[in-house]
């Protein structure tokens, strides 16, 4: 689905915007075609594409010719006409990426996320790499639009409120200190929906109804319905950690059984193998030793090692009866898996998850629904906060407009 223009004046900016995304998602258009699309007069795209033209962001490329045998003027985006950071935070590891405007990565970073109390040294620590890039990168300066953050819920207005798993953050004005630390515009975003903007983004277009299952430190989920990325009332949609992914497993403190966040959450997986003897235990708030566990438990169980195997395909079945139940809840024809450990879990989960079994999938007489992993591998999250920045050029949201005038 694509958002219709309006004519009025007050609403150029955002005018302006719309025809930029098309640009950028379609590679080549006619001014023609943007006008079809945007409902907007042929007029009015004229001057927005002389504007962005001016702003070095879209190109002329050629003239094509029309089934009516009229030549059309092609735009297409300057790919490095603009640029954007993206920060991911998970509580084991952060991911920092340069984007341009073609969806391109330029630069990437990773570093182990401080495990201090308190944000002090992670807010350090995300400066400090900002700085480095943005100084290796000084030629970008001009056309850098700002930072996007990535981060685990939940988050109020622009502050992260005690995220369960970053020891001794309370309220934390997140958006705010990075911004007055890195002097960039800071646009921030919860996890999962950062990943399903990522993947958005990604698609060109192509995908409208989906969900991104988010495999982290904690699990998660980002919709999208009708080509728009859901937020919820609050912007913390996606708390799936208290459905069901084994109705036969272990009681959970909220009173269900077998729920995701007891039983596929990494620290469970690699507490189970560390019960059975295949892996050294690792304390539960030793984050990147849980992600550096998983992955040990997940290349024993690709070798074919029974034990590890056994653990991580009950996790998959258990994420398997997920995507169908969001399937069926939100009618949904694509799952995407993703997340920082999807590259370790990604073999096993690729043979175990799809396809979703007839008997638990309502809509399996009408359509199918693909449940494949994501293209952005771990850098997901951190692709995702970038193209947020990008993206929110074209949220009707005034307040998230960063187009430079
Ligand atoms: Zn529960």
Redesign the pocket.
Known sequence: MERRGSNLPRVGDYNQLLVLDLVRRHGSISRVELSERTGLSGQTVSNICRRLVAAGLIEPAGRAEADTGARRTMFRIVARGQFSIGLHIDPARMTLVLLNLAGEVEERASLVTPSGDGPEDLLRAVVDAVAGLAARRSDIAPRLVGLGVSTPGPILADAVIGPPNLRGWGVVRLRAELESRTGLPVVLEKDTIAAATGELWVSGGSLNDFAVIYLGTGIGAGIVLGGEVVRGSSDNLGEI??L?GDPDGPR?????RG?I??TCAPVHLVTEAAGQGLLPPVPPDDHLGIETALARLCALADDGDPAALAIVEKSARGIGRIAANLANVLDLDTIILGGPNWPALSRTYLRVAPPIPASLLTVSDVHTVEVRGTTLNEDGGAIGAASLVMSSMVSARSERLLLPR
């Open positions: 950690g208290h069901s959970c403190p909220c009173g269900g729920c966040a007891i």
